[in-house]
Structures are given as structure tokens and as C-alpha cells.
Nanobody, 125 residues
Framework: QVQLVESGGGLVQPGGSLRLSCAASGFTLAYYAIGWFRQAPGKEREGVVCIRSSDGSTYYTDSVKGRFTIFRDKVNNTVYLQMDSLKPEDTAVYYC??????????????????WGQGTQVTVSS
């Protein structure tokens, strides 16, 4: 059974950092596409960063480039999202997602069938 469990969200001041975790079970995360998405109140879910399964290419949305980093821990079957220099506009519920089919458009939420429960990130002074 494929399962994703996020953790690490919280309240942080502007300019601060958080590290989100997405623990996977039921499959080997390193073999499949993985994405981090976020959804702010009243807005559509958007792709933040993803790793494509076919070639390991990594994609970041422009607003987080240079501030966020995704990395996988193969031993613990976990993917992390390191978020630095956080801004109030980063406030959202963050989700990790995966699928057992090959995904090309890894920044598109509709491509994924497996989602975690989400973790709230609030950036505020």
C-alpha cells in the first residue's frame, strides 16, 4: 500500500527556515517521480518542486529557486524539502505526491494519484 506522510510544518518568521519531510512506505521512493506542491487559501494547488522519474531531472517553480532544495534519503525512503529565506507568500499547506506510472509533467498536480495528508507552513512575524 502506497503511503506518504508529511511532517515538519509550522510557524516561522520571514527569513527563517523549515525542513519538510515526506516519509514513503509501500514502494521505493527513489524509483518514481516525486513532487512537492502547495495550496494557499483561495488558490489552486501549485507545483513547488519535482523530480522526474525518467531521468532524475529536478524542476523548481520560479518563486522558490535559490531558496528551496529537494533531496532524497534512499536509506530512510524519505524526501525532504529544505526551505530557506521564507517569505509570507510561502504560507500554504504543503503536500508531497507520487505515482507508480512514469510522469513527464512532474509539476502538474493532476499527474499524481498518491498524496500525503499535507502540512501547514505559516510565515509570519
Amino acid at each position: 500500500q502506497v503511503q506518504l506522510v508529511e511532517s515538519g510544518g509550522g510557524l516561522v518568521q520571514p527569513g527563517g527556515s523549515l525542513r519538510l519531510s515526506c516519509a514513503a512506505s509501500g514502494f521505493t521512493l527513489a524509483y518514481y517521480a516525486i513532487g512537492w506542491f502547495r495550496q494557499a487559501p483561495g488558490k489552486e494547488r501549485e507545483g513547488v518542486v519535482c523530480i522526474r522519474s525518467s531521468d532524475g531531472s529536478t524542476y523548481y517553480t520560479d518563486s522558490v529557486k535559490g531558496r528551496f532544495t529537494i533531496f532524497r534519503d534512499k536509506v530512510n525512503n524519505t524526501v525532504y524539502l529544505q526551505m530557506d529565506s521564507l517569505k509570507p507568500e510561502d504560507t500554504a499547506v504543503y503536500y508531497c505526491a507520487t505515482d507508480l506510472r512514469p510522469i513527464v509533467r512532474c509539476m502538474v498536480p493532476a499527474e499524481y494519484n498518491y498524496w500525503g495528508q499535507g502540512t501547514q507552513v505559516t510565515v509570519s512575524s
